[in-house]
């Protein structure tokens, strides 16, 4: 089993990381399970042919909505996007700027934090 990193956002500005027990205790259950399957199936999408590195993220805005991202890849590396940032840029492009929380997925048996530019 893929172990996820996970976010417990209050704004864009206000993100920290914590573990998972607590993200647990900070979402429902069924809010906790949908954002880790739609990580799961972002993750899917990525496009990693140079890292073979594929992540998955999801974002659970305030209003209850996922918004997925995955990484894409570049043979530039400076130029690749992690996964995070691409669903970021999804939901503010689609006005949404507030968010409950973030799950990320990678096929690493531990556990992964954002990319180094996210975090």
Not at 3 to 31: D, K, Q, Y
Not at 52 to 78: E, K, M, R, T
Not at 99 to 112: K, V
Request: net charge neutral; aromatic share 8%; proline share 3%.
């Amino acid at each position: 089993m893929v172990i996820l990193a996970v976010l417990i956002l209050s704004s864009m500005a206000g993100a920290t990381w914590l573990p998972c027990s607590f993200f647990a205790m900070s979402l429902s259950s069924a809010e906790r399970n949908n954002l880790i399957k739609a990580a799961f199936e972002a993750k899917d999408k990525a496009y990693s042919p140079y890292s073979h590195f594929p992540v998955g993220a999801a974002l659970l805005a305030l209003d209850g909505a996922i918004i997925q991202g995955c990484s894409v890849d570049n043979a530039s590396y400076a130029d690749t996007i992690c996964a995070e940032r691409v669903a970021i840029v999804k939901a503010v492009s689609d006005g949404i700027t507030n968010f409950r929380g973030l799950a990320i997925t990678s096929n690493l048996f531990s556990a992964i934090s954002p990319c180094g530019l996210c975090r």
